[in-house]
């Protein structure tokens, strides 16, 4: 099955049972809404930590419904992470949310070496967008962790979206390893870093997956422009998966898709022992609910 809108994800959680979801630092109006709207939805059973009072004063204004949810009062912000994370670390729950707290807060919880989350994985992060211009959905990797991946790391983050993708029903993802032009050029690193993964890739070495570049923007995502400039590609027009080269052009795009192209986007960590839900603070309680979806239908 073909993915074209996220809401279509939900047809995957079928049938299957519910994912727990902690939120940590839970007094946090968007996060809350959309836990609310997933939880009445029967998407996760929530566990919310965080400064009660608050938590139960924004549902009152929102009439949120908290009768049947868990809630574990924690007015330290600092400590709902941990006590978040730690609930995932023993299998209490399948889903790490962030609520009212910082990234760098979280992910130092998520990395402790006693209880956090490693699994020797790179934590990279995925976003899944809907287009009205693009024929399915589409991904982009990654716009919030990894500054500058070299070769060893996109290898990483390539292999992380594979699995999440196989997960969400693409069989055999397809990956645009974009640079800023569709030729190698020895002074240009991602364009070198994309010829070698698309080798790589030929040669089994990154496996579930067909892998081209490097490719311009255009030439990912328009079958037409890539014909046009001589392009003979299995990935363009049909991209599954835009890999940046790095978290500046990443950012850059994700944002132009949510701010000027109105996509719809949903986001997770990829990598740890859970998938994570880190989202922007600009990003709205839909884009909030969507990446709870995606995150309970890569949850194993």
């Known amino acids: 099955m073909v993915l074209k809108k996220l809401s279509e994800i939900k047809k995957l959680l079928d049938n299957k049972p519910v994912k727990r979801l902690v939120l940590g630092a839970a007094h946090d109006l968007q996060s809350l809404g959309a836990v609310i709207k997933a939880s009445n939805d029967n998407i996760i059973s929530p566990v919310l930590i965080g400064d009660e009072k608050e938590i139960r004063k924004i549902a009152s204004e929102k009439n949120y419904n908290l009768e049947n949810v868990q809630i574990i009062h924690e007015p330290v912000i600092e400590k709902t992470s941990e006590m978040a994370v730690k609930m995932v670390s023993n299998n209490e729950a399948d889903v790490l949310m962030k609520g009212n707290v910082g990234t760098s807060v979280l992910l130092i919880v998520v990395l402790n070496k006693e209880w956090g989350l490693r699994t020797g994985n790179l934590l990279s992060h995925i976003a899944v967008f809907e287009v009205e211009t ?35 029903g693409v069989d055999v993802p397809k990956i645009a390893v974009l640079g800023a032009v569709e030729m190698v050029n020895e002074s240009m690193q991602a364009t070198l870093d994309a010829a070698l993964l698309s080798k790589m890739n030929q040669r089994d070495q990154i496996k579930n997956c067909i892998i081209d570049g490097p490719l311009a923007f255009d030439n990912a995502i328009s079958l037409e422009s890539a ?50 839900v880190l989202t922007s603070r600009s990003d709205s309680e839909q884009a909030r609910y969507d990446s709870i979806l995606l995150a309970a239908a890569t949850a194993k």
């Not at 693009?134 to 979206?161: F, G, Q, W």
């Not at 392009?231 to 949510?258: F, H, W």
């Open 227 to 276: 014909v046009h400039k001589g392009i003979r590609s299995e990935v363009a027009g049909d991209t599954d998966l835009l890999l940046m080269p790095d978290i500046e052009v990443g950012n850059v795009l994700y944002k132009s898709l949510v701010f000027f192209a109105r996509a719809k986007v949903a986001s997770v960590i990829l990598g740890a022992a859970a998938p994570i």
């Open 134 to 168: 693009y024929h399915k959905l589409i991904a982009v990797t990654d716009v919030a962790m990894n500054i500058s991946p070299n070769l060893k790391d996109k290898i990483s983050i390539v292999n992380n979206s594979v699995s999440c993708l196989n997960m969400l």
